[in-house]
């Protein structure tokens, strides 16, 4: 069994449905719980705790998982101004967006304590919220006032408007495809729109027919929902981007901005447990190998992967992936042709979860 969490923007809650039937069950967060105002974003942290943003508030909440109860305001050390968009890392840090009047950089925390660490962003941007890492660990944010999508290096220096107004009027999310797509959630356009991600040229219209598009998650099923602000509903769409039905559309929604699934497993208790995140990190092949070899994995939930190689002295000598990925299959191809002989290790990461597995160059 699964459960579909939305952001109630309007209701300044969170709602529960069903997730395999879009049946309301409750407001999981009660209105104004802790504070909550004007609903932002959601993520189950790698504690296992809900996160919630919320454009009134100074700081990202924390929530009881199983009982939607408050526990605490988690960042410190600095006063966040309308933050909207958050994605807890594998690099142990939490990146949180603000669309402050003063304030408009994306800002880094501690992801276990909640501590500030920097501005990570060099410069102001113009209305940032949905944000994602393509294979390289660039950084690409949706800007709504913009009107584009703009690109960062791995450190937070500005490198280009990778997508620019002429394409889009209201960005505010996106994801990257498995293969070489980036796809931008319009909110003024209600559309999601696809471009290669590597030159950022536009290729078509993948979704279109919704009023104003915001929150989206990949279901345990590989389907996309997409949280629809004016119409109040969750629709569901199959990976080519076909509608399927309006999912949910009960328990009182006010402008729903953001989605997430979260596994379920019934105890004796009747009670619910989140299941772990699923990693499955497969044995190369060929191994030993000369110069190449392939490196297979799957992960049962949309995550920020990052796969990277290390010698045996433990230095890292490559980043093969370091970036968001959806819910499937994976192979990538390391070539080691400038590398001597030796023992290798590749480490898969998502949140605070990792695989490691040893193989063979023998040249």
Not at 5 to 18: D, E, I, L, M, Y
Not at 103 to 125: M, P, Y
Not at 242 to 255: C, H, K, P, R, T
Request: charged share 20%; proline share 4%.
């Amino acid at each position: 069994m699964s459960e579909m969490f939305v952001g109630s923007r309007n209701t300044h809650s969170v709602k529960r449905f069903n997730g395999e039937t879009g049946e309301y069950i409750d407001d999981f967060i009660k209105p104004s719980s802790g504070g909550l105002s004007y609903t932002q974003d959601l993520a189950f942290g790698p504690d296992g705790n809900l996160y919630v943003s919320g454009r009134g508030n100074q700081s990202i909440l924390k929530y009881n998982p199983q009982t939607g109860e408050f526990i605490e305001n988690f960042t410190k050390g600095y006063v966040l101004q309308d933050p909207t968009k958050f994605t807890f890392a594998p690099d142990g840090k939490l990146y949180v967006c603000q669309w402050g009047t003063v304030k408009k950089k994306i800002v880094r925390f501690d992801s276990q304590t909640g501590n500030f660490i920097d501005e990570f962003t060099k410069i102001d941007l113009e209305g940032p919220s949905g944000h994602a890492w393509d294979s390289n660990g660039n950084f690409y944010v949706a800007n709504f006032n913009s009107k584009d999508v703009k690109k960062f290096d791995i450190d937070g220096n500005f490198v280009s408007v990778f997508i620019n107004s002429s394409f889009l009027q209201g960005p505010v999310n996106l994801w990257f495809g498995k293969d070489n797509n980036l796809f931008v959630l319009d909110w003024i356009l209600g559309q999601v729109k696809e471009f290669d991600a590597i030159s950022g040229s536009f290729k078509k219209v993948f979704i279109s027919g919704l009023k104003n598009p915001e929150g989206f998650a990949f279901g345990t099923d590989n389907n996309i929902y997409i949280c629809d602000w004016t119409d109040n509903k969750v629709v569901r769409f199959d990976g080519a981007g076909n509608l399927i039905d309006v999912f949910a559309s009960g328990g009182n929604m006010q402008a729903p901005n953001s989605v997430i699934f979260k596994n379920t497993a019934t105890t004796g208790f009747n009670d619910s447990e989140p299941m772990p995140l699923k990693l499955i990190l497969n044995q190369n092949y060929p191994n030993p190998f000369n110069p190449g070899t392939k490196i297979s994995f799957s992960i049962n939930e949309t995550q920020f992967v990052n796969l990277s190689i290390y010698n045996s002295l433990g230095e890292k000598v490559e980043t093969i992936i370091n970036g968001n990925l959806n819910p499937g299959e994976y192979e990538k191809i390391w070539n080691a042709g400038n590398m001597s002989s030796g023992i290798y290790f590749y480490k898969l990461e998502a949140y605070n979860f990792y695989k490691v597995k040893k193989m063979i160059l023998n040249k």
